[in-house]
């Protein structure tokens, strides 16, 4: 892992890396010494790890004393965009316009990204425990959107990641996956979501294989969630995690 620059303000500290390929951000409470609990932070489809959402949400949870790590999902951020990552990119907006069904056009492309994906935050994982600063404490996920589509095969198959916060989904090739997951997860849904359907997003959450799930329902559309959902994924990430 390789620190390219570090600045603080308001008591937390923003660290860039990279991990071979994988760019990254990693936030702390500043001059944080010993574990704490972790938070992986995926990133919404077109966005990067330092999309404006992101920061925002990563410095609330660190300001509450836990350290959070993003990474430029495949294709995203500054990551280099494969041809292959082009036209399925090419065909899905193609599909879109045409009318076809947005869940599954979606579905494609988180499938095409999810195994790299997968791996990438495996071995970012690993490293950020082995910082002084963060260490081996519990972990957990939260992403929506694409960041459910791709953390969903990650919390599936990742045994160090205890509790998840995920959303703004649907069912569509991922029920398999959502079974194998039995961490407590944190669940959001847009009433008026125009690119998720209702009734999948539903069929997602009932899906999921946990014995401890909630569903928050917000009325809105896809990028309405509200900013207090931010604080309930807090006190989640605190009850499981501390």
């Not at 056009?105 to 935050?121: C, I, K, P, S, Y």
């Amino acid at each position: 892992m390789r620190f390219i620059s570090q600045t603080s303000s308001d008591g937390v500290t923003e660290e860039f890396f990279t991990l071979g390929e994988i760019p990254g951000v990693l936030w702390t409470p500043e001059h944080a010494r010993g574990t704490r609990p972790l938070i992986l932070l995926g990133h919404g489809g077109g966005q990067h790890k330092a999309a404006p959402g992101n920061v925002s949400r990563a410095r609330r949870y660190a300001a509450a004393g836990l350290a959070v790590v993003a990474i430029d999902a495949p294709n995203h951020g500054d990551r280099p965009r494969t041809e292959e990552f082009g036209r399925i990119a090419a065909e899905m907006r193609a599909g879109m316009t045409a009318g076809e069904n947005p869940g599954a056009l979606v579905a494609g492309m988180h499938g095409h990204l999810a195994g790299q994906a997968v791996a990438d935050w495996q071995a970012v994982l690993t490293a950020v425990q082995r910082l002084d600063h963060v260490g081996a404490g519990p972990v957990g996920y939260c992403g929506m959107s694409m960041g459910s589509g791709l953390g969903i095969p990650l919390v599936a198959a990742e045994p160090r990641i205890r509790a998840a916060v995920l959303g703004l989904l649907g069912a569509y090739g991922l029920a398999e996956d959502a079974a194998r997951i039995t961490v407590p997860v944190q669940f959001l849904v847009q009433w008026d979501d125009q690119m998720v359907p209702r009734d999948q997003s539903m069929a997602l959450f009932d899906a999921l294989g946990s014995a401890e799930k909630t569903l928050h329902a917000n009325p809105g559309k896809h990028g309405d969630v509200p900013s207090f959902e931010v604080d309930s994924s807090l006190r989640f990430f605190t009850r499981h995690l501390s």
